[in-house]
């Protein structure tokens, strides 16, 4: 589906500071006049919030597969309802985790087949760029308790954790769309890192101060 906005995906293990790249990335595109969404997933809804609380739940147990059709149910409201019509304002969206999240973290128990199917149904348009901020699973981790207490996800072994990022970068080698960042590095080279690949992709953005 073409639609005049841009959507650009964020992703990565935990504690690669996502939020905290999308953040300054939005305020430094609308210090140049873009209107931008700033958006998450599981979320960016009211129905995507509470499947977020769902699924981030400790105390909750959802099988692999219960976890992607969950992810993919609030991922098709996400998408109709907020993502779509921000893009057809001509908005550039700036989404924290999409279906790539889905496939590293659902990819150690769903077939790959299953997963391709929910999302060839649920994303009918896909990201124009994805950056995903790679560093390592024990720091990533570390820096994640730090920030709060552990949800669903964080409290997983270490070994899990370590598959999600392996298939990360399997995706990452994959996907030209798809650029990998170095995000165990400052917060400012990470950011620099990511203008770079900005201006490279978007050739009227060569000038984004």
Sequence with gaps: MTLPGRFITFEGPEGAGKSTQIALLAERLRSAGEAVTMTREPGGTPG???????LLNPAATWSPLAEALLMNAARDAHMQTLIL??????????CDRFAASTLAYQGDGVAPETLAALEAAVVVRRPDLVLLLDLPVAEGLARAKARSTADRFE?????YHEGVRARFLELAAKDP???CIDAAQPQDDVSAAILEVMRAHYPDWAALP
């Design 155 to 159: 409290g997983r072994r270490l070994d």
């Design 85 to 94: 019509p921000a893009l057809q304002r001509g908005e550039t969206v700036l």
């Design 48 to 54: 995507g919030e509470a499947l977020r609380d769902v």
């Design 177 to 179: 769309n798809m650029h």
